[in-house]
T-cell receptor, first 114, second 113 residues
Framework: DADVTQTPRNRITKTGKRIMLECSQTKGHDRMYWYRQDPGLGLQLIYY???????NKGEISDGYSVSRQAQAKFSLSLESAIPNQTALYFC?????????????FGEGSRLTVL | AQSVTQLDSHVSVSEGTPVLLRCNYSSSYSPSLFWYVQHPNKGLQLLLKYTSAATLVKGINGFEAEFKKSETSFHLTKPSAHMSDAAEYFC???????????FGAGTRLTVKP
């Protein structure tokens, strides 16, 4: 089983719908992240959490919200999806105090908003 | 704020020939630099990292990169490409914390038989 699991892997939805992307990890890491990948733009940080009680906005948080339900679970929500939120979304984790900066990624959730 | 530029969006090589993927960075402090690889339909995986130790960094699968402060570069190389190296590669710069990381736009490597 993968250390970082994302569900769903693929989702097609319509404008205005609420969408939740879920992430769970078995690495025992405190730190979790949501990134968005668009072609030609690399990855951009949406939100990150250093522990269950800590939530922080990243570069592009507008239109998104998150919930850290437990150390192992971090969900990303789109309250009212719009077409420019069509992208590949990645969840990642890292160890606390990790100065090397290594991130461990899930396999991605491809979201299409029509 | 730091930034990173990957100079080629697509590189094509023949199997067995050298690979060079170019990355330039901008940073106000002493940065940490990383290369990640993304195979099709997979998440990103760390290839190698530079964190102010040796300037020549060796990674997995025969890749290495050299930190050149005077040129603000961190190019990724491999002496001999393998078909399994076909993937997208991301150069990443970080000045302090993981939440401060900046990803390049990516370079797609194609390996021809």
């Amino acid at each position: 089983d993968a250390d970082v699991t994302q569900t769903p892997r693929n989702r097609i939805t319509k404008t205005g719908k609420r969408i939740m992307l879920e992430c769970s990890q078995t690495k025992g890491h405190d730190r979790m992240y949501w990134y968005r990948q668009d072609p030609g733009l690399g990855l951009q940080l949406i939100y990150y959490s250093f522990d269950v009680k800590d939530i922080n906005k990243g570069e592009i948080s507008d239109g998104y919200s998150v919930s850290r339900q437990a150390q192992a679970k971090f969900s990303l929500s789109l309250e009212s999806a719009i077409p420019n939120q069509t992208a590949l979304y990645f969840c990642a984790t890292s160890a606390e105090g990790q100065s090397s900066g290594e991130l461990f990624f899930g396999e991605g959730s491809r979201l299409t908003v029509l | 704020a730091q930034s990173v530029t990957q100079l080629d969006s697509h590189v094509s090589v023949s199997e067995g020939t050298p690979v060079l993927l170019r990355c330039n960075y901008s940073s106000s402090y002493s940065p940490s630099l990383f290369w990640y690889v993304q195979h099709p339909n997979k998440g990103l995986q760390l290839l190698l990292k530079y964190t102010s130790a040796a300037t020549l960094v060796k990674g997995i699968n025969g890749f290495e990169a050299e930190f050149k402060k005077s040129e603000t570069s961190f190019h990724l190389t491999k002496p001999s490409a393998h078909m399994s190296d076909a993937a997208e590669y991301f150069c990443v710069v970080s000045e302090r914390l993981v939440n401060d990381m900046r990803f390049g736009a990516g370079t797609r490597l194609t390996v021809k038989p």
